[in-house]
């Protein structure tokens, strides 16, 4: 007796119901990145440990990434997100691109993480960037992108919320006092672990930092601030042109906001559910050295966000705004009453579906009528056609309304006129 093979952890089956979301998901974002100009493409989901090792933060590649060896011994990673291949992609080809570039994937991602609600080893994640432009234009754009997307999701700002800020406003409040340059990654670290621990654990981990309880207490007050943003000419503008684009309401300044990615340079933000059910949902921000820094001759800025499938599904299932899903697309159902009629019964099937209708032909000639209609119930399928000889004999065909327990029997050239309404 055998042992059934189990699945991987943090891994995921994609039955039919599973994958029928995963796609509607991907149309939605589709849809809206190219509403907004944004053109699709796909790069590798293996590259060179290398690539991510500079650029996406200690953390990421020492305990989260899947590495692998290649036979000539180079070492490779799963990707664990795209804006490094993003980057990679541009820079070998910045000559030929048309700027600004307005970018958007849809694919799988693997992080070796403790699987749990909403996150998972593998998981699918849209990205979306606009490379070429250092003005606010560009960060209040893929913002609104964002939010535009959560509409098309169903939720709305009672349920989800953007949070944006600004890490050089946050460098120059430090610096005010009296955090030098040499710690600022560190306090940074720091900063992004607040949503994550007590306040004790925060204070005591800003103490690790040789900050003094006014620093610390001055730091927290900063943090605390929610209209600090009126300082900041940047985030002003940010906020006003998101405001004009009519989705002011998703959005929020938090200064606590500075994301754990080392590649960010500027505005940071991060997708968060009102009622604070999950961790941060999504994040993005402001590149502007990761070009560069992946060989490209020019320095070529950059800003984006990726979001995941898992925890959008979640927040979806929380807020009772999961879609309703047909995972089964087929229309009619081309019954064969026997092997002689089989011929028949695959040629109307085959005209079926040159006019465009969906058509399944069961492929037992001979199941009995009653088991190849309980298939069509069973799999949600709306009609039934059936040719028996007493049809055949008079070019007709009947056709059975599954959902009204109905049937009606037509000439052959009336039924996709009857089928399609």
């Not at 898992?310 to 009453?337: D, Q």
């Not at 049809?391 to 037509?410: D, F, G, R, Y």
């Amino acid at each position: 007796m055998t042992n059934t093979p189990q699945l991987l952890k943090g891994f995921r089956d994609f039955y039919p119901p599973e994958m029928a979301f995963r796609s509607w998901l991907y149309r939605q974002f589709k849809l809206v990145g190219e509403s907004f100009g944004f053109q699709e493409y796909e790069g590798p989901i293996v590259e060179t440990l290398d690539l991510y090792a500079a650029k996406s933060g200690e953390e990421l590649v020492k305990k989260q990434a899947f590495i692998l060896t290649d036979k000539s011994g180079k070492i490779l990673a799963l990707r664990p997100e795209m804006t490094p291949t993003l980057a990679r992609m541009v820079a070998q080809k910045a000559g030929s691109l048309v700027f600004p570039v307005k970018w958007f994937s849809f694919g799988p991602r693997f992080r070796y993480e403790t699987p749990q609600r909403g996150r998972g080893r593998e998981f699918f994640q849209c990205d979306v960037d606009i490379l070429g432009l250092t003005n606010p234009e560009a960060d209040a754009e893929v913002i609104s992108v964002a939010a535009k997307m959560y509409q098309s999701l169903g939720l709305s700002p009672t349920e989800v919320r953007i949070k944006i800020n600004d890490r050089k406003y946050l460098q120059e409040k430090l610096r005010s006092i009296g955090i030098g340059s040499n710690k600022m990654t560190a306090i940074f670290k720091v900063i992004d672990k607040k949503s994550k621990v007590s306040e004790k654990i925060f204070d005591d981990l800003l103490g690790n930092e040789n900050l003094g309880p006014v620093q610390v207490n001055q730091l927290k007050n900063i943090l605390q601030n929610k209209q600090g943003y009126i300082e900041s000419e940047w985030l002003s503008k940010i906020l006003s042109l998101v405001q004009t684009a009519g989705y002011g309401e998703f959005v929020e300044f938090d200064p606590a906001i500075v994301r754990g990615l080392d590649y960010y340079t500027r505005t940071v933000f991060e997708g968060w559910d009102v009622k604070g059910e999950f961790r941060s949902i999504w994040g993005g921000g402001r590149y502007d050295n990761l070009t560069e820094d992946v060989g490209s001759k020019q320095k070529i800025p950059g800003v984006g966000f990726a979001m995941g499938d898992m925890v959008l599904e979640e927040i979806l299932r929380a807020n009772g705004k999961y879609p309703y899903l047909k995972s089964n697309n087929t229309c009619v159902l081309v019954t064969v009453f026997s092997n002689e009629l089989a011929v028949s019964s695959n040629k109307l099937a085959s005209s079926l579906r040159e006019g465009g209708i969906n058509t399944e032909v069961y492929l037992d000639p001979t199941a009995k009528l009653d088991k190849q209609l309980k298939y069509a119930d069973k799999k949600g399928i709306p009609y039934v056609v059936i040719i028996g000889p007493e049809e055949a004999a008079k070019n007709m065909v009947t056709i059975k309304n599954m959902k009204e327990k109905a049937q009606t029997t037509v000439k052959i050239e009336e039924l996709e006129k009857m089928i399609k309404g």
